[in-house]
């Protein structure tokens, strides 16, 4: 994975001035492009598009210092079809208008082309294991909210607070299908990962594809498929978070597996009265790569 994405990196410096594919450049990686966006925002800490955006500028601003060129020239050289697009998009990464930064030689926010490296981490064993799951249902209660990647999520505490007690009894009774529990289901992630961008959450259970639903219930159908379970227990959330982390840095580039589209499930086995420890099941969706 890491070669592929300096491959990419290197597909991306040479279309910088046109319309990038990523679904091309994943068939040319031999990937998918859910896969490689998700482990790209995963390692370089922003999106695959913002990236694009900062290089597309970095280089653009080069033009605007040393070129004699009109605007309109270089933003056309640039893929924007006018000066007004072109200094938005500008100004959004330096901070400044095009027309500033040649007068005054900046301010200038430089992205420098990425360059993916293989460390050697994985002292700690991931305790992991290889699920065949025929199709299942999850059922629960919903609810939109942002996606935040470090801490306790407050809009996630708020819609799981808001269920009456007697509501957590009745959706345990209901499961009947692995993941065991009570489970936390995250849907419609963003590939990209963007922090703030929403993404479907249900807090509920699984159970076989012939189970009657409750009317008062959402579903989430969950096709047949295969995954990856990572097992964690420590510091609640923080350990959890950190070894959903560790799957994009050392678990995926070290097997011959990619994610493919799916919800992401955390199970809790057990956990302490105040949630501060805990055991967890991470259930990420999967395909061979």
């Not at 955390?266 to 805990?278: I, M, N, P, Q, W």
Request: glycine share 8%.
């Amino acid at each position: 994975m890491i070669s592929a994405l300096n491959r990419l990196v290197a597909l991306v410096e040479e279309h910088l001035a046109e319309e990038f594919d990523v679904s091309a450049a994943a068939r040319t990686l031999g990937t998918t492009e859910y896969h490689l966006r998700r482990m790209f925002s995963s390692l370089a800490g922003m999106p695959l598009s913002e990236y694009l955006r900062r290089r597309r500028m970095t280089i653009a601003a080069g033009d605007v210092v040393r070129d004699e060129d009109d605007l309109l020239s270089i933003a056309v050289r640039h893929g924007y079809g006018s000066t007004e697009a072109f200094g938005r998009a500008f100004r959004a990464v330096h901070g400044a208008r095009p027309s500033d930064v040649r007068r005054d030689g900046g301010p200038l926010r430089t992205q420098p082309q990425l360059r993916f490296r293989l460390t050697v981490e994985g002292n700690i064993p991931m305790n992991t294991r290889i699920v065949d799951r025929p199709a299942f249902r999850l059922i629960g209660h919903s609810a939109r909210v942002p996606l935040i990647h470090l801490g306790i999520n407050p809009h996630i505490q708020r819609h799981i607070a808001a269920l009456p007690l007697e509501e957590h009894a009745r959706l345990k009774d209901l499961g009947d299908s692995e993941p065991v529990g009570l489970l936390q289901v995250c849907d419609d992630v963003d590939p990209d990962g963007v922090e703030g961008s929403e993404l479907t959450y249900l807090h509920g259970v699984a159970v076989s594809p012939g189970t009657p639903t409750p009317d008062d219930l959402d579903t989430i159908e969950v096709p047949t498929g295969r995954w990856a379970v990572f097992h964690t227990a420590g510091p609640h959330p923080q350990t959890l978070q950190d070894a959903w982390a560790a799957t994009a840095t050392e678990w995926f580039p070290a097997n011959p597996w990619r994610l493919r589209p799916g919800p992401s499930i955390v199970a809790v086995l057990e956990r302490a009265d105040d949630f501060s420890t805990a055991t967890c099941e991470l259930w990420l969706p999967i395909e061979p790569a």
